[in-house]
């Protein structure tokens, strides 16, 4: 079985500071790893993933993300936080062995952004 | 809209109610999802169609939960005998492909369910 594990419920920033979102799972498989995000009111959207190549992965608006297979983590990181991105983040894991298609998601981080 | 559809948006019930949440998800995708989200988790599976079938109803919590997709479109969320423990955020969430390895799932803004 997989499980999510994000340590931290709520983590308030000012604006322009930088932000870690902390992400660590556990699976006996190899993994695919996502984070979602949900803006107040909306639908979660996915932000961005990781599938193979590459640990490092970035999104468009600036966050990134770097698989560690040794630590099983995929901390999620922005270097200058905005307003725009007070949000909550879910970090996700789906194994990738034959015929598994389930996400299993964290708790979610709330990120409020101070101006 | 071409986004994932949920209705109703919100919806009250008494206890031992029978409740249906439905999900248009986007055209053409042949995969859909549901998840239940309580206050404070994540999303936590329910079951998944692939076409018309249930290729997995594992999170299904009990029998009293029910899903149908009959033409491989839009869906429905069949709750009976409703409990206050049902109440919850039911998402919907639709992709291209059979599985969620390849990639992102689209979800809805889901249906916010309140049994008293």
């Known amino acids: 079985a997989q499980s999510v594990t994000q340590l931290d419920s709520q983590v308030p920033v000012f604006e322009e500071a930088p932000v870690e979102l902390r992400c660590n799972y556990s699976?006996?498989?190899?993994?695919?790893l996502f984070w979602y995000v949900q803006y107040p009111n909306q639908g979660l959207q996915l932000l961005l993933k990781?599938?193979?190549?590459?640990?490092l992965v970035e999104s468009i608006n600036g966050f990134e993300a770097e698989f560690n297979k040794s630590q099983t983590s995929f901390h999620l990181r922005k270097p200058s936080v905005h307003i725009s991105d007070t949000a909550e983040y879910f970090c996700?894991?789906?194994?990738?062995?034959?015929?598994?298609?389930?996400?299993?998601f964290g708790k979610g981080t709330k990120l409020s952004v101070i101006p | 809209g071409a986004g994932v559809s949920q209705t109703p948006s919100n919806k009250v019930t008494e206890k031992g109610k029978y409740v249906e949440l439905r999900c248009d998800p986007i055209?053409?995708?042949?995969?859909l999802y549901w998840y239940r989200q309580s206050l404070g988790q994540g999303p936590e599976f329910l079951i998944y169609?692939?076409?018309?079938?249930?290729?997995?109803d594992s999170g299904l919590p009990n029998d009293r939960f029910f899903a149908v997709r009959p033409e491989g479109s839009v869906s429905t969320l069949k709750i009976q005998r409703t409990e206050r423990g049902d109440s919850a955020v039911y998402l919907c969430?639709?992709?291209?492909?059979?599985?969620?390895?390849?990639?992102?799932?689209?979800f809805g803004e889901g249906s916010r369910l309140t049994v008293l």
């Open positions: 969430a639709s992709s291209p492909s059979g599985g969620t390895n390849t990639g992102e799932l689209f």
């Open positions: 169609f692939q076409g018309t079938g249930a290729a997995d």
């Open positions: 699976s006996s498989v190899s993994v695919y």
């Open positions: 996700a894991v789906s194994d990738h062995g034959a015929g598994s298609y389930q996400l299993t």
């Open positions: 990781y599938l193979s190549g590459s640990t």
């Open positions: 055209s053409g995708h042949t995969a």
